[in-house]
């Protein structure tokens, strides 16, 4: 990657990593859900800065090339997020069904 590209990418993700710390700060987004963004920012940022560790790790781990190492760590990352979406919905239909429920208990109470 030559030395515009990377510079370019850097900017990008410090941008990136300053408006979700922004949001963070603001309360328009929780530290969990805006944790795996930070450390996928941060992630890019250390990759970017030092390209060779890409390789490394993908040796280490027995891939042959470092790209199918990003793609499946791309996939694992939406994995989770898919993941974490999904039980944030569920979490969050139970409460409403409850909150509907106890809401209809009291206006029937009101209506006696």
């Given at each position: 990657?030559?030395?515009?590209?990377?510079?370019?990418?850097?900017?990008?993700?410090?941008?990136?990593?300053?408006?979700?710390?922004?949001l963070i700060v603001k309360k328009e987004i929780e530290m969990r859900t805006a944790l795996t963004w930070l450390i996928l920012?941060?992630?890019?940022?250390i990759v970017t800065l030092f390209p060779s560790l890409i390789n490394?790790?993908?040796?280490?781990?027995g891939i042959y090339e470092?790209?199918?190492?990003?793609f499946f760590g791309?996939?694992?990352?939406?994995?989770?997020?898919?993941?974490?979406?999904?039980?944030?919905?569920?979490k969050q239909t139970t409460q409403i069904r409850h909150l509907a429920q106890k809401q209809a208990?009291?206006?029937k109470k009101h209506e006696e």
């Open positions: 990657m030559n030395v515009r590209a990377s510079i370019l990418i850097v900017a990008c993700i410090a941008c990136f990593l300053i408006y979700i710390i922004r920012g941060i992630s890019i940022l490394l790790i993908a040796h280490l781990v470092p790209v199918n190492l990003v791309g996939f694992c990352l939406l994995l989770y997020i898919s993941f974490s979406l999904t039980r944030i919905v569920s208990l009291e206006n």
